[in-house]
């Protein structure tokens, strides 16, 4: 079992990527006006995508012989993004989006320099992953935004 910073890191993610996931339910569904075709879809593969990101959290947790996170009520007092207001403008959405991407980067960054000074290989991959992801999507958000 790794130590308990550490998997208190990892959980903090969980419940970040939980509480975000929701969040993006939340702007598929209520998304209106003339990005709606646009914005609908994309909400819809970003859900997709951490509901996947999540599945590989809490396996990864398991691997290192710990337990993930798995109430909802764990999710909302530890994680470091909060549920937004149901949410019908795009920009305001993808702004949110942008915001707790760079949430979620910056925990994925601690947790990488703490997967380093663990050893722990299988976690640092993940993390290497997920940054690169988050970096090169936020760089398209900041774009969108501008328009």
């Known amino acids: 079992m790794k130590n308990e910073q550490y998997t208190q890191a990892l959980n903090q ?4 990527y939980q509480v ?7 702007l598929h569904w209520n998304i209106k006006g003339n990005a709606f ?3 609908h879809m994309k909400y819809e593969e970003l859900y997709n995508r951490a509901q996947v990101v999540i599945d590989e959290l809490a396996e990864r947790i398991l ?11 764990d999710y909302l007092e530890t994680s470091a993004i909060e549920e937004i ?8 959405g993808v702004r949110y989006i942008l915001d ?5 980067l910056t925990l994925e960054k601690q947790i990488l320099a703490l997967s380093e000074e663990e050893n722990d290989e299988g976690t640092n991959a993940l993390m290497s992953d997920l940054i690169r992801e988050k970096e090169k999507t936020n760089w398209m958000f900041r774009s969108w935004l501008e328009h």
């Open 20 to 26: 975000h996931y929701q969040n993006l339910r939340s």
């Open 37 to 39: 075709f646009e914005l």
């Open 13 to 16: 993610l969980l419940a970040g």
């Open 100 to 104: 707790a991407q760079v949430t979620l």
């Open 85 to 92: 207001p149901i949410t019908k403008d795009g920009k305001t």
């Open 63 to 73: 691997s290192i012989e710990s337990t993930p996170m798995s109430q909802l009520k």
